[in-house]
């Protein structure tokens, strides 16, 4: 810690798909953070572009350039992996984290690049932090679930909604949850991740004053809160307007999203720049725990826009992380603990313990 209360890190935080919406946010926190940030990846156009308005040293390389991207890491505190998508992504880049000693987080949250991750890491045997999933949706989420279950003895079943508020849809995030319905939906019983139809299941809460109603999706929320929790039983869903709900769950989009080119299309026309209206952005996670006697605990996340929360969680968990080293593949609850995200900023947490009432 320096004298006026900054982190200090060992070297610059490196951020590789920089000029994405989500990466030149994480870059300005971590500058407000009084942290050195190298803006990096495989568009030299685009980059120079985000360089030259934030004032930041950016370095072009591919992923597939291995030799340039380990030098180029090498001195790094730690890499900010935000260049999907991340299914064919995370593997080169941590593989350049690995050898060089660097440690790895990333903003990914789709459940079939978390399982493909396991196996890798397990192959590899990694000897560096791996913190897959440092956003919204997996910090919030499981960070709910943490609570909900820890005010239980014996949790069994956990049910986990998000409420976003967003102040923009990224490309990125917009095709990633299109893959995310196309690959089909999931659920954990018996401890085990389960396949099924997207938006087969759909269950209701009060969430903040507010009745809310949440469709299932193979959310990587799923994969978190089973290994941090242990339950044996998590369902995950989000809020969807009714006719995108419809939709969802007819199995007509997921129909839909197996097709590349409507996939190009859908991302074209719902992605959108930031909003303009000046309202207060509240997005919400809500999180219920069951034990075998059928008590409930609930407890809520009330954060920020999802956005802008992101790109503070994740400067925060890589300064954690490029300071406490912990080898091996982790989620952000395991690594960081369940009140880690109460440290992001508006970030509000409410607790109903078994028979009180939200």
């Known amino acids: 810690m320096s004298p006026s209360g900054r982190v200090s890190l060992p070297g610059p935080l490196f951020v590789y798909g920089a000029y994405g919406k989500t990466g030149a946010m994480i870059a300005k926190v971590a500058v407000e953070h009084g942290h050195d940030v190298v803006l990096s990846g495989s568009d030299r156009d685009r980059l120079?572009?985000?360089?030259?308005?934030?004032?930041?040293?950016?370095?072009?390389?591919?992923?597939?350039?291995?030799?340039?991207?380990?030098?180029?890491?090498?001195?790094?505190?730690?890499?900010?992996?935000?260049?999907?998508?991340?299914?064919?992504?995370?593997?080169?880049?941590?593989?350049?984290?690995?050898?060089?000693?660097?440690?790895?987080?990333?903003l990914n949250g789709e459940l079939d690049v978390f399982r493909a991750m396991e196996d890798f890491v397990d192959r590899q045997q990694a000897t560096i932090p791996v913190l897959s999933g440092v956003g919204f949706g997996v910090v919030a989420g499981e960070s709910a679930a943490m609570h909900a279950a820890s005010m239980l003895g014996q949790p069994q079943h956990i049910w986990l909604g998000l409420v976003p508020d967003l102040g923009l849809h990224s490309p990125g995030a917009v095709a990633s949850a299109l893959r995310t319905v196309a690959q089909g939906g999931a659920v954990v019983k018996n401890g085990q991740l389960v396949p099924e139809r997207v938006g087969r299941r759909s269950f209701s809460a009060t969430v903040a004053g507010r009745r809310e109603t949440f469709i299932s999706m193979p959310l990587g929320e799923l994969w978190?809160?089973?290994?941090?929790?242990?339950?044996?039983?998590?369902?995950?869903?989000?809020?969807?307007?009714?006719?995108?709900?419809?939709?969802?769950?007819?199995?007509?989009?997921?129909?839909?999203?197996?097709?590349?080119?409507?996939?190009?299309?859908?991302?074209?026309?719902?992605?959108?720049?930031?909003?303009?209206?000046?309202?207060?952005?509240?997005?919400?996670?809500?999180?219920?725990?069951?034990?075998?006697?059928?008590?409930?605990?609930?407890?809520?996340?009330?954060?920020?826009?999802?956005?802008?929360?992101?790109?503070?969680?994740?400067?925060?968990?890589?300064?954690?992380?490029?300071?406490?080293?912990?080898?091996?593949?982790?989620?952000?609850?395991?690594?960081?603990?369940?009140?880690?995200?109460?440290?992001?900023?508006?970030?509000k947490l409410l607790e109903f313990p078994a028979g009180v009432s939200p």
């Open 224 to 347: 978190a809160v089973r290994r941090s929790t242990g339950v044996s039983g998590v369902i995950a869903g989000v809020t969807r307007p009714t006719p995108e709900r419809i939709l969802l769950q007819s199995g007509g989009l997921q129909i839909l999203a197996r097709s590349e080119k409507i996939r190009h299309w859908l991302v074209a026309h719902l992605a959108r720049g930031d909003a303009q209206d000046g309202r207060v952005f509240e997005s919400k996670v809500w999180a219920r725990a069951e034990d075998r006697e059928g008590r409930r605990a609930e407890a809520v996340l009330k954060v920020g826009e999802g956005y802008q929360w992101s790109a503070e969680a994740a400067v925060r968990a890589a300064e954690h992380v490029a300071l406490d080293r912990r080898s091996g593949l982790w989620t952000p609850g395991q690594y960081l603990g369940k009140e880690f995200a109460l440290g992001v900023s508006s970030t």
């Open 48 to 106: 120079n572009r985000v360089s030259a308005e934030m004032g930041m040293p950016a370095v072009a390389v591919r992923l597939n350039e291995q030799a340039a991207l380990r030098q180029l890491i090498r001195v790094a505190a730690c890499v900010i992996h935000v260049a999907g998508p991340f299914a064919s992504t995370f593997r080169p880049m941590l593989e350049a984290c690995s050898a060089e000693g660097v440690p790895y987080l990333d």
